[in-house]
């Protein structure tokens, strides 16, 4: 009985890593759409994401393909920029989650998990727009 509790032990916290696991890449593939939207593949882990930086070109429809890596937590994925006329709020259900928004100006804006301390302990990331 003692090697199964330590056995749940270990995947609870495997669960719970802060750290994303080995293969989770943090470079950024961005694919062209058919209709030249930009889309970019994400994993969202237990407080990490994969990339932490995604840059993409201003006035050009972006699709976040988001793979949620865990099913014990529960995460959303939050990029609120009313100056980039960017408002996004999502929770991550499993499976493949579809974030589409198209930025309308240069800069660099923070997203992140808004679940409870989820940002605190490093789910969070950039979006880096920039000009053509």
């Known amino acids: 009985m003692k090697t199964l509790s330590t056995l749940a032990l270990l995947f609870l916290l495997g669960a719970c890593s802060t750290s994303p696991p ?16 930009q889309i970019v593949d994400v994993v969202a882990g237990s407080y ?3 990339p932490q ?5 201003v006035g050009k429809p972006v699709e976040l393909r988001i793979t ?6 529960p995460h ?12 996004v709020d999502v929770d ?3 499976g493949l989650n579809f974030v589409r928004f198209t930025p309308a100006k240069v800069g660099e804006y923070r997203f992140f998990c808004a679940r ?14 920039r000009a053509e």
Do not use: C, Y
Request: charged share 15%; proline share 5%.
């Open 22 to 37: 080995v293969g989770v890449s943090d470079n950024v593939v961005v694919t062209p759409g058919p209709d030249g939207t």
């Open 116 to 129: 409870g301390s989820h940002d605190s302990k490093g789910m969070h990331g950039t979006l880096v727009v």
């Open 48 to 50: 990490w994401f994969r």
């Open 76 to 87: 959303n994925f939050t990029l609120q920029a009313p100056e980039a006329q960017v408002n």
């Open 53 to 57: 930086r995604i840059s993409v070109v």
């Open 92 to 94: 991550l259900g499993s």
């Open 68 to 73: 949620r890596d865990t099913t014990l937590v």
